[in-house]
């Protein structure tokens, strides 16, 4: 076993007695359950909306290369500096040496999944930067020193209780339980970082292709200034974000904002063309837009799975998945967490350390029936398993199955074992829960069925 | 660090893609009826039919299509977001709601930029006011009582508006004070998100602002607990005056 499923599995046997966070994560979702479930209602046709946009992500996934180049020279047309970043270091790098030639001191960041998956935080924190998580989740958890729980929700897994004693304890404010309270506590205590960095760095959740623009969608305003009142402004984003057209937001945004939080838009869906343009009265001197592909062109590789490169993260998928709602999203050890996790996880970092993840799923296919772009994740997780097996199969289990079927195809063998085990038996109930039981794997957390008294050959000879 | 040209890194990277996408994927949304097995031949490829966005609006939420829905749903929308929307009869009425707005809150200092419709309401509230156009300090913004702007367009589907970094005063000014007044006048109020797009593109097609923004509501987060708080970062309030 990988040591990144011991760990899962370490992890998850904790969790799962945990009925603190059984509760908190039940409420939370649940609210979320309500308000998605109104905002669909306000769709016309939902399930042809998903449809829609599953056939336009296609187009801009299997056109990538065309769209790619369109967009990067669109917007170095307007000033824009675009870096293509192979791997997660080379992207580090890029952005480390961006910031050193800025002589900056302070750099302010808005929510972005592609840094915590490249460790962008460390790796600048470890050259001395300064880096401030602006979105008020994103701050928590780095206050905290942890990874976000959930890829919308960051701060799900905390009561404002825990937080309030967070911040009196890293910002010295007076204790409170209003969320309101503990909310004007960050902004105050951001508003001054946002006019003295020099750097801010973002995310992007679409990069529109015909127009060489990027669209960043937040709730909370901290991208529009993070992107507003630094010198500097870098853009960190895979290169799957990609959207053909302009108009194409006008599925999109609706969409996200439904399956991703229940809202019918998010409060701020921004455009960004380029650095501040000639006669503007503020804005970045200087933007970078560093496209990352970190094996993402692997997965592309893989026609079976390449539409898991049609995903939004909206994070549906996490909040309807079972596996998820009981084990959270600290369990997963990965950026991605949940179905659509579990499913590109063993794609970006290594099929055999991270196949453990598609057995965490009980196949239902909630997230399949949930995902706004109509990615085909519980199949995915199938394919993953299969094809775990197939570059790496396990002789015992070989040998296992083919004595099995040398067994069930002799009659005589077979009959025999079935005697051998009904004398057993007896015997083995008694040993039952016991370290001597000799499959206890199995009954530690399975019944076994009792072997039956007589075959079904024998049962048939007796009434004939 | 192996300095490497940037052309080298773009052209691996589209090499990698082109290479990818050799094999074709199958059609979107063909849940479990693909081929079952790496040797199997993938289903049929789907043949891409045009932009189905300009079908895909009528499956989306409505936005209705006279005026006076557009105006209804508008309300509505805000009503929800908490934005505090007035339509007027007049540009001289609007001015009279907004001396009322500045004297309830005690609005000490104005921060707007040029344009006929916010240069007749800033003069008509006769407060200290620092325009955006051509630069300020950051920090004489942030002290602001509120920001005062125009935008591109209002949209009755979402209940959101549109403000860019060329016309509404700049990227901050409508996100740095603590309350966002934006002064609009009726015909720019569309249906839908389609509508919005194809407006902003006939607007600045030719050459585009840095920033284009569209924003639904005051800033917002549900961040504890999933409990709704206005002003995470950005405005408390959200003003829309229409005339």
């Given amino acids: 076993m990988s040591n990144a499923a011991q760990q899962f599995l370490e992890a998850a046997g904790t969790i799962t007695r945990n009925l ?43 056109h990538l290369d065309t769209y790619l180049t369109e967009f990067a020279s669109k917007i170095e047309a307007r000033g824009t500096k675009v870096h293509w970043c192979t791997t997660g270091p080379e992207a580090r790098d890029t952005i480390r040496g961006i910031i050193k030639d800025a002589k900056a001191k302070c750099v302010v960041k808005s929510k972005a999944m592609t840094a915590e998956e490249i460790h962008l935080n460390e790796a600048l924190e470890k050259d001395g930067f300064e880096v401030v998580e602006s979105d008020l989740g994103e701050f928590i958890v780095q206050l905290r020193k942890e990874p976000p729980y959930h890829i919308v929700f960051p701060a799900m897994h905390l009561t404002r209780d825990e937080i309030s004693d967070l911040f009196e304890r890293e910002l010295g404010s007076a204790p409170t339980r209003e969320p309101e309270e503990l909310t004007m506590i960050a902004r105050r205590a951001l508003r001054r970082k946002y006019i003295q960095a020099d750097v801010g760095i973002t995310g992007a959740n679409f990069a529109i292709a015909e127009t060489g623009m990027v669209s960043i969608t937040e709730n909370e305003g901290n991208a529009r200034l993070t992107s507003a009142l630094p010198r500097v402004m870098v853009t960190l984003l895979g290169i799957e974000k990609i959207l053909p057209k302009l108009e194409d937001l006008a599925l999109f945004l609706p969409l996200l904002a439904t399956a991703g939080a229940g809202q019918t838009v998010t409060g701020y869906n921004t ?23 970190n094996r993402r062109t692997e997965l592309l590789a893989d026609p079976e799975q390449r ?13 309807v998945c079972p596996i998820f709602r009981n084990v959270g999203g600290h369990t ?60 790496s199969p396990s002789w015992i289990e070989r040998l296992a199955w083919r004595a099995h079927a040398f067994a069930v195809n002799t009659p005589a063998l077979y009959q025999f074992g079935q005697e051998v085990a009904r004398i057993v038996e007896p015997l083995r109930l008694r040993l039952q829960g016991t370290p001597l039981d000799p499959v206890k794997s199995w009954t530690r957390t399975r019944d076994l069925p009792p072997v039956a008294p007589e075959s079904f050959k024998e049962w048939w000879r007796n009434r004939r | 660090m192996v300095e490497e040209s940037p052309m080298n890194a773009q052209e691996r990277i589209l090499a990698r893609i082109r290479e990818a996408l050799k094999v074709p994927a199958p059609k979107p949304g063909s849940h479990g009826h693909g081929g079952h097995g790496r040797d199997v031949a993938p289903a049929p490829v789907f043949a891409f039919q045009g932009r189905p966005v300009q079908v895909a609006r009528s499956w989306l939420p409505p936005g209705g299509s006279t005026p006076q829905e557009h105006l209804t749903r508008f309300a509505a929308a805000s009503a929800e977001l908490k934005t505090d929307f007035r339509c007027v009869e007049s540009e001289a009425e609007a001015h009279v709601q907004l001396r009322q707005i500045a004297d ?29 156009d051509g630069g300020y300090v950051p920090d004489e913004l942030e002290v602001c009582d509120v920001g005062i702007t125009t935008c591109d367009v209002l949209v009755a589907q979402t209940g959101s508006l549109v403000v860019n970094s060329r016309t509404s005063g700049g990227r901050a000014l409508s996100v740095l004070p603590p309350h966002h007044v934006v002064l609009a006048r009726k015909d720019q ?47 408390k309030k959200l003003t829309v005056l229409m005339w």
């Fill in chain 2, 104 to 132: 309830s809150e005690g609005w000490a200092r104005v921060a707007s930029h040029h344009s006929p419709l916010t240069d007749a309401a800033t003069t008509a509230l006769a407060r200290p006011t620092l325009f955006t």
């Fill in chain 2, 189 to 235: 109020l569309l249906g839908d998100l389609t509508d919005a797009f194809q407006r902003i593109e006939q607007l600045h097609g030719t050459h585009w602002p840095s920033m284009i923004s569209l924003v639904t509501g005051p800033s917002r987060t549900g961040d504890i607990e999933r409990i709704l708080v206005l002003g995470a970062h950005g405005p």
């Fill in chain 1, 332 to 391: 997963y050890g990965t950026t991605y967490s949940g179905p659509v996790g579990s499913v590109i996880t063993p794609h970006l970092r290594g099929m055999q350390e991270w196949k453990h993840l598609s057995n965490a799923s009980s196949l239902c296919g909630a997230c399949t029936e949930a995902c706004p772009v109509k990615i085909d994740l519980h199949h995915h997780l199938l394919q993953n398993r299969r094809n775990a097996v197939g570059d």
């Fill in chain 1, 20 to 62: 603190r966070h059984r509760g908190l994560i039940q409420t939370a979702l649940r609210k979320y359950e309500v308000a998605r479930d109104r905002k669909k209602s306000a769709f016309n046709d939902w399930s042809a909306a998903r449809q829609s946009a599953a056939e336009t992500k296609w187009d801009a996934i299997n």
């Fill in chain 1, 307 to 319: 539409d898991a490169l049609h995903c939004i993260r909206c994070g549906a998928c996490l909040n």
């Fill in chain 1, 271 to 293: 455009l960004y063309g380029g650095p501040r343009q000639p006669g503007e009265s503020d804005g970045p001197i200087e933007w970078h837009v560093v496209l990352l592909d």
